[in-house]
């Protein structure tokens, strides 16, 4: 069984950066790929951003050149840098890991391990 744990989140001023964390209580933490999702009030959750086991990237349109996310095996953790933060950007942001030795993906139903999530809220 996979444990997420998120932390990082707040309120921050549009334009503001941020960092989330995300801490995988799991052995073989380098054999999961990784990814942020998020969810605002009223919508779907959505993807932001992944990272695969040898550490390709991909990103959302709405992030992409924003948001940075990265791993580090050693501390059994991702994180994700947010730059440029817009009120659009506000949601809670979930961590999510995919079964042991998978692929990345995009969708929300290819993860079955997630977080509890972290609130990012951004006034203008």
């Known amino acids: 069984q996979v444990q997420l744990v998120e932390s990082g989140g707040g309120l921050v001023q549009a334009g503001d950066s941020l960092r989330l964390s995300c801490v995988a209580s799991?052995?073989?933490?380098?054999?999961?790929?990784m990814g942020w999702f998020r969810q605002a009030p009223g919508k779907e959750r959505e993807f932001v951003a992944t990272?695969?086991?040898?550490?390709?990237?991909y990103y959302a349109d709405s992030v992409n050149g924003r948001f940075t996310i990265s791993r580090d095996n050693a501390k059994n953790t991702i994180y994700l840098q947010m730059t440029g933060l817009k009120s659009e950007d506000a949601a809670v942001y979930y961590c999510?890991?995919?079964?042991?030795?998978?692929?990345?993906?995009?969708?929300?139903?290819?993860?079955?391990?997630w977080g509890q999530g972290t609130q990012v809220t951004v006034s203008s």
């Open positions: 999510a890991a995919r079964p042991l030795w998978a692929t990345i993906s995009r969708l929300v139903a290819d993860y079955p391990y």
């Open positions: 799991v052995d073989n933490f380098r054999g999961y790929a």
């Open positions: 990272i695969s086991r040898t550490t390709n990237t």
